[in-house]
């Protein structure tokens, strides 16, 4: 069965970078599209970004320009770089296995095979 782990989380700075990874172990994860996602304490969760198995990715316009997702099939990771942290980018971070679109945004509910998810805070 497809098991997803996340982890990288951690507490940064405003400014400052992370990087979370996302892996499976027993599956290859070479011909999923995977999903990140984020839930903040009262929010409901929210997409990131996505990447299918050719490299097409989506990003939420709130992400733009600060992170981006990449994958290296060798290693069986979904890498989600972090870059330029704000608060408001603080919560749990969760990688799925879902569809992804780089003209439609599928939500969360479209996703199966979730983590556990990774904390990330940006506070100073």
């Known amino acids: 069965q497809l098991q997803l782990v996340e982890s990288g989380g951690g507490l940064v700075q405003p400014g400052g970078s992370l990087r979370l990874s996302c892996t499976a172990s027993?599956?290859?994860?070479?011909?999923?599209?995977i999903g990140w996602f984020r839930q903040a304490p009262g929010k409901e969760r929210e997409g990131v970004s996505c990447?299918?198995?050719?490299?097409?990715?989506n990003y939420a316009d709130s992400v733009k320009g600060r992170f981006t997702i990449d994958r290296d099939n060798a290693k069986n990771t979904v890498y989600l770089h972090m870059n330029s942290l704000r608060p408001e980018d603080t919560g749990i971070y969760y990688c799925?296995?879902?569809?992804?679109?780089?003209?439609?945004?599928?939500?969360?509910?479209?996703?199966?095979?979730w983590g556990q998810g990774t904390q990330v805070t940006v506070s100073s």
């Open positions: 027993r599956v290859t994860l070479d011909y999923y599209a």
């Open positions: 990447i299918d198995s050719h490299g097409r990715v």
């Open positions: 799925a296995v879902g569809p992804c679109s780089d003209s439609y945004y599928y939500g969360p509910g479209n996703y199966d095979y």
